[in-house]
């Protein structure tokens, strides 16, 4: 009925040092490691598997969301860029202190639901925990803390996944799906 889908962004980020993706090489930067050249592969096929997903979802009306961080490389992939289905007018783009989270992690949600080009950015007046090294609370780093949603915001991207789902619904032909059984028996 729904698709809501949160693509691994480790080798599409920004903060991955050394660069292994740029603007100029979003499927992967030459020269890189052999390692890193794997991980970027898988993220490649990934990518485009998701892709492949949203475009029938798009194709067939089928509510759908794709999350990433909005500076992400996954967003300048060609065929994200030429298809228009990650882009501003086609995402929720929301900063997620704007959900309590003690963080800012700016995030683009391409989706065909109502939330489809709303911002919902900081208003500043606070400060940000930096996503950088490890919390001694959790036991491993900030960005992996920052990994769960917050759940304001879970309710936000479920809801509207709802709201697609029962447009469609409404739009079934309830009486031109049904059929009955006595028709089948009457030649008995």
Request: glycine share 8%.
């Amino acid at each position: 009925a729904a698709v809501g889908a949160a693509p691994d962004c480790s080798s599409f980020s920004r903060a991955v040092t050394p660069a292994v993706r740029d603007a100029a090489n979003p499927f992967g930067r030459p020269g890189i490691s052999a390692n890193m050249q794997e991980k970027v592969a898988r993220g490649n096929q990934h990518a485009l598997f998701i892709f492949s997903v949203v475009q029938f979802c798009d194709r067939k009306g089928i509510p759908y969301w794709v999350e990433n961080p909005d500076g992400s490389f996954l967003w300048l992939l060609p065929y994200w860029v030429e298809s228009s289905l990650g882009s501003c007018s086609s995402s929720y783009r929301f900063d997620q202190c704007r959900f309590h989270a003690p963080w800012r992690k700016r995030t683009r949600v391409a989706t065909n639901t109502d939330l489809a080009g709303i911002r919902e950015l900081c208003q500043g007046g606070h400060q940000h925990q930096i996503l950088r090294g490890r919390s001694s609370a959790h036991a491993c780093s900030w960005t992996r803390v920052a990994q769960t949603y917050p759940r304001s915001l879970c309710r936000r991207l479920g809801d509207a996944l709802m709201r697609g789902v029962r447009r469609q619904v409404q739009k079934l032909d309830i009486a031109g799906c049904a059929w009955t059984r006595s028709e089948e028996h009457t030649s008995e």
